[in-house]
Structure formats: C-alpha cells, structure tokens
C-alpha cells in the first residue's frame, strides 16, 4: 500500500552501513552504543563503525524516528556513570526490513549476473 | 608497582585523551553524546589493555584521534541533527504550535490584543479609505493634473483661452489637454420629467480622451462636433439618463436645455463624474457639452483646465514643464506675470481632507505602537515563564541564535492569526460602523473593508507580532546560562518583571498622548455642535429655483413678478412662516466682494485706504432675516415692497462697530453707483465659511431688485413643520405657476449644517475610537503586568499576609505599585502631548493643543482605568493561602 508513511520509509534508503548495523543490532534487543560496537564485531562484518561515526548515526536516527533512548540502567560497575540503551522502533524496523529486502534484491541480481557464485555466502 | 595500578594509570589517562578528543565535536553533540562516547571507548581501551597491552592500547588512542577528527569537524560542518543548532522552521513551527496549545490563555490573550488593536485600525482605515479618500473613477488619475493661474500673488485662479491653448499645443510630456467650465440649465420638460435644474460642463471635445473614459452607450465629442452650424450635442451622466427612462435608444434623442435644442450622442457610465477637483455630489454634472476653450480672450480667465502627463513622468518634471508653457503663453500675449502651475488631481483632493488625514495617521501610528509594545509584554512574560525550557535548550547547545528565531517565529504566528482575526473582525466592525453611524454618513454603502486593506491587517500583524518579540528573543538571548539557571530558582525572573514593567510605562506613555490628541479633537468637535452660526437653522428649508435666463423672463420685471407669485403661493401652504430668497446661503463659501465706503461715518480716520472695507456682499428680498432666523441688533430688515427710488441695505456688526465705534449706523448712506444706499438694520453674520467663527470680510446685505444682473433664485422657507414634507405642495405650486420653472438642491438648513460639521465628526468618531482602543490596551496590559507580579510576589505576599497584613492592605500596595508605573507614564507622555499637539492643531476649532481642562480629564480618565484594572488584577492576591503556601515552600 502506498501510503505517506511508506512513502516517506523510501526516502530513508539506502540506509547507511552504519544505520543498518545499528538497526540489525537493535532489533535483537535494546543496546548501549558499546554494545552495539560488540555485537558488530562478532557478526564479523567487513566493517566496524569509529565510535564517533556510530554516535554521530545514533543521534540523527533518534532525530528520524528509527530509534529511541530506552531506559537508563545502572551500570555494571558501581561509580560508573550511567548508560545509553536505545531501543528500535516500529518504524525502524520497517526500514530495517526494507533495507534488507532492498539487499537481497541487489544480491539476487549479483547472483545472476554472476557477480557472485551460486549459493554463496 | 602492581600491573593493577599501571593499567588502571593507562585507563584514567585514556579516559583524560578521550575527554580531550571530544573538543573536536560540537557543543551541543558533545553535551548529548559526549559522555556515551567516552564510556564507549574507555570500554574498547580497557578490552584492548586486556588482550594486547599497551601497544593494543596506543592504537586506540591513534584510532580514537583519527575518529574524533574525522567525526568531530564533520558533525560540525553536517550535524546529525541540524534544527537544535541552527533551528529549522518546520520543527519549529510544530513546536511553537504545541506550545501555544499548551498554554491556551496566553494565546487568546494575544489574539484578543491584536484582534482589538488591529481591528480598530482596520474600520478606521477602512472609513478613511472610503470615506476620505473617495477613488477617482479613471484610468491612471496620478498623470491628471489640474492647471491653475497664478497672477501675482493671487493663486489658484483659473485659466483663459490662450492657456489652454498653449497647454494643448505643448506636447512633450503633456500628453493631452482639456479646457472646462462649469454651468447650470434648465432642462425643460420632457415626457418623463419635470423641468430640471442640470450642472453642466463644458468641455473641450477631447475631455474623455484626457481622462481615458468612453461613454458606455453611443460616443463622446469629435473636433467637427464644433464645426459651426452643427447642433449642439451632449455627453449626459447615468444619473440623468435612469431620469429621462433609462433606455438605450436616447442616443438622436434631442432635448430642450435652456434656450437651445441639444442631440444626445452619448451616455457615461454610472461611476464617472468629473468636476475636477471638487468631488462635490451637487456639482457632478448630469450634461457634457462641448466647447472651443481655445478662442477666448488672454484677459478672461474663467476657464479650468485638466492635463494628462505621459505615464510615469515625475510630477516635478510635469510642473516644471507647464511653467515653461505658462512663460511662453504669457510672453506671447504680453501678459506678464500670468505663471501656469499643475497640481496632481488626487494630491488636491487629499489637501482638503490633509489636517484629518494627518491626525488619523498620527493616531493610528500610535494605536500600533501601543499595540506592539502590549504584545511584546505579553511575549515577554510568556518568555520569562519558558525560562527552565530555555535553560534546557541553552544547556544543550541550542545557541543564541536558534532561541531568538524561535522567539521570533512565535511572535510572527501569534501575529499572522491575530491580523486574520483581526481582519475578520475588521469586516464586522465596519457593518457596525455603517448601521450604528448617522444616516447621512457619506458613501456609506461604500465602506466595506476590501481585500486590500485586509491584507494590510494581516501583514500589519505578522509584523507587529514579530516586533514585538524582538524584545524578549532579545532578552533571551542575552541572558546568560548561569543568571538562566539562577533565576529560576526564584519564581520568575526580575528582569523580565523589570522589563514589562518598563513597557507598561512605554503603553501609558503612548497611549496618554493619543487619548489627549482624541480628548482635544472631541472637545473641538463638540464646540462645532454648540456653536452658533449666526442663523436658527432648524424649520428652515431651502431650494433652488431654475430662474433660467432672458429666454425664460426676458425683462427683470417679470422674474420679479413671478417670484412675488411664488413667494404668495408658498406662503398660504399651511405651516409656512418665512419665505424668501437670495443669491447665496450660509455656509455655502464664496462671495461677492466690493469695497465699501461711508463717508462722513464718525469712525473714518481720513486715511482713504482705512476707510474702505472689502466686504461680502449678499442679494436678498425682503424677509430673510426672519426667515433664516439671523439675529437683528438693530434696525429692520428691508421693506417688504421693494420701491425703485429707495436702495437699503443691512451691515453686519463688523462694520458697525469700525464705523460706528459709539453711536448708531442706522440712517447712513453708502454710496453706490449714482446713488446712495441707506442702512436700515445692522445684524450679526450668517456665516458663509465656518460654523464657529466670523468671515474674513464683513457682510453686506443688499436688496436683489437694486442689482439687476442678480437672480436670487435660492429659497428659503421657515416652517412649523417637518420641512422636507413641504416640499412636495412647494413643487405643486411651482409646477401650478409656470411648469418650465425647475426645483433642485432641495436641502434643510440642517443638512447644511450637518454636511458642514461632518468632516469634523468623522475625524473626532475616529480618532475617538483609535484612542478608546489604545485605553482598552494599556488596561488589557496593567492587568496582564499586575497579575504576573502578583504571582511572581506569591511567596512574598505570603510572608506578609502570614504576619499579619490584611488582604486589602497587600492589594493596596500592589495597586499602589501599579499606579506609580501609570504616573510615570503620564509624566513621560508630556513631551508627546506637546509634540502631537502640534500635529493635530489643523483639527483643533477655537481649543488650544494644550488645554488644562481637556489633559486633566485625560489624565484622570487614564488613572481611573488604569486604578480598575490593577485592582482587578490585585485580587488575586486574596487567592493566596499563606498557610500552605508557606508549608510548600
């Protein structure tokens, strides 16, 4: 359905590498921004985000709806400040969808194209 | 030392880098993220401590530089979230939108200032515009200028034959030319009419070429409708053709004017008239006729002349050009000293109305500063209220700047509504106006408030409102984050109490020197009413009788003859006490000048220049004293039977008293002609100019008969009844006498009076309303600055009524206080009372711009309004609970 709403879900994509990661992070759970940095990491992604890059995206994608400031928690350690968590939204998890789509769709493409081999991962 | 402590040493340094490092990033990002940021990397550096040591470490603190540069300068040059920095009018918008619903008082309180304010501006505008300022119906009336001759130092004359001439001839910037004069007919009965007096005008052929009009049925004049031989044919107006039917096939139809058959050829549009410069409802003529301006003689100056200049050439320029035509027309004809000038049509029509225009505008202008400095008030407490949000928004990096334009962008929205509010109420305003105002309101069906005007409102307002929050974006602004944080530990904050209190000040201000202006043009205008003009205008009616010319009476005996018939007939119409007649009424202007000299009179110096007086003179019959109801101080009027050999004649006190300082005028001759005139009454003026004062000159009254180039054909009639009702058994009768006779300028000395005075009492209902207007707003703002300081003093209140003051003693002294803001206002006012004293002095009959009297009642009105409504205001204080107040803290 074409909708305003779908409409302006378009607007955000291609979503940035960092944008995507963050949002693949988060819809597995709310996250610190360390934590999202961690589970980066051990996705073994091609690319892990600077710090700044990755609260630089943090901010915006709160401005734009993706996300949003969960609950402040204590921290781990008695005396540390406490942490962001940022949680995705409905929203956010359109787009994130979307994204993958959109990715699998240009994957499929690779595909046949012969970019990639078959049932490569 | 211990491993622990050295990688605990390594971390708090990281720690120290990475603090350092955030300086690369924004103020306002560093406040968000700043913290998490840090976290995030001291966690990666204690991860990188762990599992490589400190070389693992030293290529974090490298990768963090890196990033922070990277990152630091980009999100300073791209924000992430760009509208919190530098704002963005969307968000702000919607902000600003949430806020007001937040706060619904604040809003209609704005609403209703500007909707008061700008509504009053709007009907007064508008009842200037229609009113005052009646539109010329041609195509670009700017080029069209009037020509005036000026011969020594008499201005304004009027133009000859070889001036239009030479006008017509010119070229260059003068596009085009017309001659005209004025003049009036009898237009004898047709099948549909009765005999009718019509102005006429005659005009050179071209006149519709130079005002850029057409007839709407048939055509206007060409050269050869001139031609001799041709019969003569007119141009009429919408007005008399709807008279004669109404149908489109008049054009052919000939007519009876005066003594001589004229062909219709054309028929004007309902909106044009043209009488040059005098938009005069009698002098709108009904018949165009066309005449040669050019033949007459250099010395017969009686004609007037209209130029159009070419589109958009400067007026300098146009008069600079006409005085050239002027030099040249009066060397070529030997008549020095004949100067040519042009006035632009509009320009002289607005002189007449300028002493009115002038004051409104002054009034207007100050009602609008008043309105400003009230909702920069306003706007100003709302923002003292958003202080601990504007300390948020400061504290998170908002700058400056952002602040001042969300300031700014509430004041325009408030503003934008408030001038569309105030543009509808505008529209219902000027139908209250138009059904509460006096039946003879001119052009009343005229005034509705168009979309012009409307949208001057409108845009008056957005930029009222964003004025007026200059002041407080200002304030917040400038206030600084630690007085912000400071202050708000308090209720409120005194600076902004101090600054509201300041534009209260400014308000009265303002406002006492509009209410005085309003006082003094009232207190003028009421003099008007009560003043005596030297005639009992009431029961008295007056008409024109169309006397025509020898081809009517063709000897004077006759016209006499007949008006004694008149006068007999109109006098056995029941109700009737008076009649008479003369050549000019009261309050009508112009006159006839002549010199008079009463030699042998005991007031003569010798000095033959002291002993002659210029006076106006006036031709009636017998009974006008009586019958205008004009005060005799001595004497009698003139005989009722006029007798050939006895020439009689009335003064006025004037020259009574210059000629006779001590004794009585009676029984002096004044010589005139071969003959000697006798004085048989001295009498107080029937003022021909102004209501309240004498003429410039002394009147002369004279018996028409003596003068037989006069035909007093104006009537005048005194009754017992309601006078407009006579008029139908008047026209009867005339009708009965001689049915070619015509009645027009049917008139009550009333609606003379009235129509006299009405200038006057548009300009004093207006500047009485911007004024009232101007009162509604100073109380709206005391009320307003007393209420926010009596919750901004709650605390304080509290204490003092905790020990022991009673709830009036508090409320006096928060009265009190605001009266002291009133009085400072009033004496700051002075200046300004002085100043607009000077502006409105054209308005002002017989009253000084200073008057005690008026400015004390002023004053106390002020304070009388100003004591309400910080009374009202006070009472709050008696909401105040000291007990729990207190508890609270």
């Known amino acids: ?121 | 030392m211990s491993v622990e402590t050295r990688s605990h040493r390594s971390l708090k340094a990281s720690e120290r880098w990475f603090q350092l490092l955030l300086r690369f990033y924004p103020p306002d990002f560093r406040d968000e993220m700043g913290n998490a940021l840090v976290q995030t990397y001291r966690e990666s550096a204690r991860e990188a401590l762990n599992t490589g040591g400190l070389f693992r470490l030293m290529k974090i603190w490298f990768a963090a530089f890196r990033d922070s540069l990277r990152n630091g300068l980009g999100e300073r040059i791209n924000p992430a979230v760009a509208w919190r920095r530098a704002g963005d009018w969307g968000r702000d918008l919607s902000t600003v939108g949430r806020r007001l619903r937040q706060r619904p008082l604040f809003a209609v309180a704005v609403l209703a200032t500007l909707t008061m304010g700008l509504g009053t501006f709007a009907v007064v505008y508008t009842a200037v515009d229609k009113i005052l300022l009646e539109p010329l119906p041609y195509k670009d009336a700017n080029d069209l200028y009037m020509v005036w001759c000026q011969c020594g130092d008499l201005p304004h004359l009027m133009v000859s034959g070889p001036q239009v001439r030479g006008l017509q001839g010119a070229g260059g910037v003068i596009e085009s030319a017309a001659g005209f004069a004025f003049g009036r007919r009898t237009l004898l009965p047709t099948e549909n009419t009765e005999a009718a007096q019509v102005t006429v005008l005659s005009v050179s052929p071209n006149i519709f070429d130079v005002l850029a009009v057409r007839p709407v049925i048939g055509r206007g004049f060409r050269q050869d409708d001139l031609a001799p031989g041709a019969s003569e044919r007119i141009v009429i107006s919408d007005r008399l053709w709807k008279r004669l039917g109404g149908r489109r096939e008049i054009v052919g139809t000939r007519l009876q004017l005066s003594a001589s058959t004229v062909t219709v050829i054309g028929v004007m549009s309902p909106d044009f008239y043209f009488s040059g410069s005098e938009p005069d409802e009698e002098n709108k003529p009904d018949v165009y006729l066309p005449r040669d301006f050019t033949q007459g003689e250099a010395n017969d100056s009686s004609y007037q002349a209209v130029i159009r200049a070419r589109h958009g050439i400067p007026e300098g320029e146009v008069r600079r050009h006409v005085e050239a035509v002027g030099r040249f027309v009066a060397e070529s004809h030997e008549m020095p000293g004949h100067n040519l000038f042009a006035v632009g049509i509009q320009t002289e029509m607005v002189e007449n109305v300028r002493p009115a225009l002038l004051a409104l505008s002054f009034a207007t202008i100050f009602l609008v500063l008043v309105l400003s400095v009230n909702l920069a008030s306003l706007l100003l407490a709302r923002a003292a209220e958003r202080e601990r949000e504007l300390m948020v928004s400061r504290a998170v990096g908002a700058n400056g700047l952002a602040v001042v334009r969300a300031t700014l962008l509430e004041g325009g929205v408030l503003g934008l509504a408030g001038g569309i509010t105030a543009a509808l109420a505008g529209i219902w305003g000027t139908r209250l106006l138009v059904a509460l105002g006096p039946s003879d309101l001119p052009r009343r069906e005229a005034i509705t408030l168009d979309w012009e005007i409307a949208l001057l409102v409108i845009a008056t307002g957005a930029l009222i409102g964003l004025l007026a929050a200059v002041a407080p974006a200002t304030w917040a602004a400038r206030a600084s984050l630690s007085s912000l944080m400071a202050a708000s530990a308090l209720r409120g904050s005194a600076s902004s109490h101090r600054m509201r209190r300041g534009l209260i000040v400014v308000q009265v201000a303002l406002s006492v020197v509009l209410l005085s202006s309003a006082g003094l043009v009232v207190g003028s205008f009421r003099r008007l009413l009560t003043a005596d003009p030297g005639f009992k205008p009431a029961g008295v009616i007056t008409f024109e009788l169309g006397l025509g010319g020898e081809w009517m009476f063709p000897r004077i005996e006759d016209m006499y003859a007949f008006l004694n018939r008149v006068d007999d007939a109109v006098r056995a119409l029941p109700g009737v006490r008076a009649v008479s007649s003369t050549t000019q009424l009261p309050l009508s202007g112009g006159q006839n000048a002549a010199s008079v000299r009463i030699p042998g009179a005991p007031g003569n110096t010798g000095d033959p220049e002291k002993d002659r007086r210029t006076v106006g003179r006036i031709f009636t019959r017998a009974g006008y004293i009586d019958a205008m109801g004009m005060r005799l101080i001595e004497g009698r009027d003139f005989a009722p039977v006029h007798r050939p050999e006895v020439r009689e004649a009335l003064i006025d006190r004037h020259l009574a008293k210059q000629f006779f300082p001590n004794g009585s005028a009676l029984g002096a001759e004044i010589p005139t002609g071969d003959r000697q005139t006798t004085v048989v009454g001295v009498i107080d003026q029937a003022r021909l100019y102004h209501l309240h004062r004498d003429d410039g000159m002394p009147q002369l009254f004279v018996r028409a008969e003596d003068y037989p180039g006069r035909r007093p054909s104006l009537y005048v009639l005194r009754t017992d009844r309601e006078p407009l009702s006579l008029m139908p058994e008047v026209r009867a009768a005339v009708h009965k006498l001689d049915p070619r006779v015509a009645i027009s300028n049917v008139e009550t000395m009333n609606q003379i009076v009235a129509e006299k005075r009405s200038e006057a009492r548009i300009s004093a209902v207006m500047i009485a309303g911007l004024a009232l207007g101007a009162l509604l707003l100073v109380a709206m703002g005391l009320f307003g600055v007393i209420s926010g300081a009596v919750e901004q003093r709650r605390g304080e209140l509290a204490v003092r009524l905790a020990l022991g003051a009673t709830h009036d003693g508090v409320i006096r002294l928060v009265v009190g206080e605001g009266l002291r803001l009133v009085l400072l206002g009033l004496l700051l006012g002075i200046p300004g009372i002085y100043l607009s004293g000077q502006a409105i002095r054209g308005l002002l009959i017989d009253v000084s711009p200073f008057d005690t009297a008026t400015l004390a009642q002023v004053a106390i009105a002020l304070l009388g309004v100003a004591l309400v409504a910080c009374y009202l205001a006070a009472r709050r204080v008696t909401t105040i609970e000291p007990e729990r107040l207190l508890r609270e803290g």
């Not at chain 1, 409409?7 to 979503?15: A, G, I, K, Q, S």
């Not at chain 1, 934590?35 to 700044?52: F, L, N, Y």
């Open chain 1, 1 to 121: 359905m074409g909708t305003d709403r779908d409409r302006r879900l378009e607007t955000l994509l291609p979503l940035r590498p960092v944008e995507f990661l963050i949002l693949l992070s988060l819809a597995e759970g709310e996250r610190h921004g360390y934590g999202i940095m961690q589970d980066a990491k051990e996705r073994g992604g091609a690319s892990i985000p600077d710090v700044g890059t990755l609260y630089r995206a943090l901010a915006r994608m709160v401005d734009q709806g993706l996300i949003e400031a969960g609950d402040p928690r204590p921290a781990p350690d008695p005396g540390e400040e406490r942490r962001n968590y940022y949680r995705i939204t409905a929203i956010g998890l359109k787009v994130a969808k979307a994204e993958a789509r959109r990715l699998e769709g240009l994957t499929r493409a690779a595909r046949l194209g012969g970019l990639l081999e078959k049932g490569a991962k």
